[in-house]
Nanobody, 123 residues
Framework: VQLQASGGGLVQAGGSLRLSCAAS????????MGWFRQAPGEERVFVAS????????YYSDSAKGRFTISRDYAKGTVYLQMNSVKPEDTAVYYC?????????????????WGQGTQVTVSS
């Protein structure tokens, strides 16, 4: 199983970034997917998730109103559009495939994890 996250980089505060995570359709087509992030010295925390149909989404309070999660079913890819980014968004962002078809905010609900992509927001 391979999850390939991309799209991270250096961006100025107030700017935008789109993260992508490609998974094999066999792995992700009937599963919820999510994004988590981990800042230096902190635990990994939930950012956003989407169910297998793309009908239900969940966001952390910090992401709500600024980030949008979406998925391309045919490509087996999940995206995280990040707008109005802030320095506190700086972290390594991880995508994950859930154990079920639902979207979850809990890391324990995810079976497969990508390698992470670094997002750095400068002030």
């Amino acid at each position: 199983v391979q999850l390939q996250a991309s799209g991270g980089g250096l961006v100025q505060a107030g700017g935008s970034l789109r993260l992508s995570c490609a998974a094999s359709r066999r792995t992700s087509s009937n599963n919820g997917m999510g994004w988590f992030r981990q800042a230096p010295g902190e635990e990994r925390v939930f950012v956003a998730s989407i169910d297998w149909r793309g009908e239900n989404t969940y966001y952390s309070d910090s992401a709500k109103g600024r980030f949008t999660i979406s998925r391309d079913y045919a490509k087996g890819t999940v995206y995280l559009q990040m707008n109005s980014v802030k320095p506190e968004d700086t972290a390594v962002y991880y995508c994950a495939v859930a154990r079920s078809s639902s979207a979850s905010t809990q890391s324990s609900a995810y079976r497969y994890w990508g390698q992470g992509t670094q997002v750095t927001v400068s002030s």
